[in-house]
């Protein structure tokens, strides 16, 4: 069974420029969260998407959105683009529901998003 | 608002001994509480989880320990090996699941 996929891995933008990057659930999973990781802070929760809706969503700026298609797949934008951006985005899969949300999530391999 | 902490952020045992990795959290909604392991250049992996409603879960060499009224969870590993070397995460759900900062554990040989 094919893990979580996180395009692209690698990606380097300029001040001011949006980015979106894509992640694909294990299959049968309808629960797609990111997490922003930087160095010290951790993983900080940005949004969770459960079933084409935006489920939860964390303390980061309005300049951060996200979606989620009826295949499961979801998609990250971040809009004008600071330089503290520039960190390890996951995406974690589960399959996690409203009445049973507790359950292991499993992560993909990131994508490494650098601003210059 | 960090709502899970993890006030250590390395940690060095030697090989064969016992790794004791410590978490906090603030919310009392938490009700599920799970570690995950992190090597350079991968996501997160799953290690062990607990419910609320226990205090130990046990699963081979891992252990977590949940102190409820003292909101403290605990990871230990015993006995600890080089392979266990990475970044551990601390995680607590409620209605969304929240991380800790990490502690970076080194298993000397």
């Known amino acids: 069974k094919a893990g979580v996929t996180q395009t692209p891995r690698y990606l380097i933008k300029t001040r001011g420029q949006q980015v979106t990057l894509s992640c694909s659930p294990i299959?049968?999973?309808?629960?797609v969260s990111w997490y922003q990781q930087t160095p010290g802070q951790g993983l900080q929760f940005l949004f969770e998407?459960?079933?084409?809706?935006q489920r939860n969503k964390g303390n980061f700026p309005g300049r951060f959105s996200g979606r989620q298609f009826s295949n499961s797949r979801s998609e990250m934008n971040v809009s004008t683009l600071e330089l503290g951006d520039s960190a390890l985005y996951l995406c974690a899969s589960s399959w996690g529901s409203g009445s049973n949300p507790n359950t292991e999530a499993f992560f993909g391999q990131g994508t490494r998003l650098t601003v210059v | 608002d960090q709502q899970v902490k993890q006030n250590s952020p390395s940690l060095s045992v030697q090989e064969g001994r016992i790794s004791i990795l410590n978490c906090d959290y603030t919310n009392s909604m938490f009700d599920y509480f799970l570690w995950y392991k992190k090597y350079p250049a991968e996501g997160p992996t799953f290690l062990i989880s607990?419910?609320?409603?226990?205090d130990k879960n046990e699963d081979g060499r891992f252990t977590v320990f949940l102190n409820k009224s003292a909101k403290h969870l605990s990871l230990h590993i015993v006995p600890s090996q080089p392979g266990d070397s990475a970044v551990y995460f601390c995680?607590?759900?409620?209605?969304?699941?929240?991380f800790g900062a990490g502690t970076r554990l080194t298993v000397k040989p």
């Open positions: 607990i419910s609320s409603i226990k």
């Open positions: 299959s049968g999973h309808r629960s």
């Open positions: 995680a607590a759900s409620a209605k969304d699941m929240r």
């Open positions: 998407y459960f079933s084409e809706t």
